[in-house]
């Protein structure tokens, strides 16, 4: 089989001891697309320059909810310029809203979240959201831009009937370790009803390890775990649900085969 891993953070410094050996291992074990995610102007250039170093690693660029105070006007302009200059950036994120430790004044990550959603709309790129705890307000914003912009909520943590919404709108929903964990039916019950072909998997590596191994750093190897899960939930074969997850990813990042 081989994976996807839609949604990873392999410019974090937990990575700076030993990327290139755990870069390899992750290929070796049929890994054989990464996006590296951005949350800042920092990561989302050494996300760029990785994807510059290895053929399978591709880029989002974009500052995260929880650095909102941080942004500049100007960082749109650096993003428009990195987005124009390297064909390997496929998406602006993580952009979004994220109202669980509220320590970035919440209009200022809305105002954040919707420039960077219209500088997606005009590069003509998907969107990667970060949404947690703040359900309500992030779908008032998604409502504004249906039709304009398509994107996909990561490690998705909304009720049923947001993720029909999304659905409807042609959002895709992505899964991370979480899903193993015994306190996610939440997870599992909206699992249970998206269609396979809406279905991402990700690590969001170095975070959210899956059982067996949860607590430890976690890295691409470990979306076997992820996609197991997902088998189990929905009644396929692991080798059914890796392959839609790679043809959904490949359509939604507009990668060739």
């Given amino acids: 089989m081989y994976y996807f891993d839609t949604h990873a953070h392999y410019d974090d410094r937990a990575f700076d001891a030993d990327r290139a050996e755990v870069l390899q291992a992750v290929h070796d074990a049929g ?26 690693i591709y880029a989002a660029i974009g500052t ?41 004044p919440r209009d200022v990550q809305a105002l954040r979240f919707r420039q960077q959603l219209e500088l997606a709309e005009e590069l003509g790129l998907p969107v990667v959201i970060h949404e947690r705890d703040a359900h309500q307000d992030a779908m008032n914003i998604v409502r504004d831009y249906a039709g304009r912009v398509t994107g996909v909520f990561h490690c998705y ?7 029909k919404e999304l659905v409807s709108l042609g959002w895709y929903l992505s899964f991370t370790g979480v899903v193993t964990y015994k306190n996610a039916r939440k997870a599992l019950e909206v699992l249970e009803w998206v269609p396979l072909s ?14 067996p191994n949860r607590g430890k750093r976690n ?14 939930v ?21 990668l060739a085969d």
């Fill in 219 to 232: 890295d691409s190897r470990n979306l076997l775990y992820t996609n197991a899960k997902i088998a189990e």
């Fill in 64 to 104: 995260h909810p929880s650095d909102a105070y941080k942004m500049q006007d100007t960082d749109l302009d650096l993003y428009r310029s990195l987005a124009a200059t390297n064909p390997k950036v496929r998406a602006i994120g993580e952009i979004g809203l994220d109202y669980h430790w509220d320590t970035t």
């Fill in 157 to 163: 943590s909304g009720a049923l009937d947001m993720a």
């Fill in 198 to 211: 809406r279905i991402f998997i990700e690590t969001d590596c170095p975070y959210l390890s899956p059982e």
């Fill in 31 to 56: 890994v054989s697309l990464v996006m590296d995610i951005g949350c800042d102007v920092s990561s989302s250039m050494k996300a760029v320059a990785l994807a510059r170093q290895y053929d399978w």
């Fill in 234 to 254: 929905k009644g396929l074969t692991p080798e059914a649900v890796a392959a839609a997850t790679m043809e959904n990813g490949r359509r939604f990042f507009g």
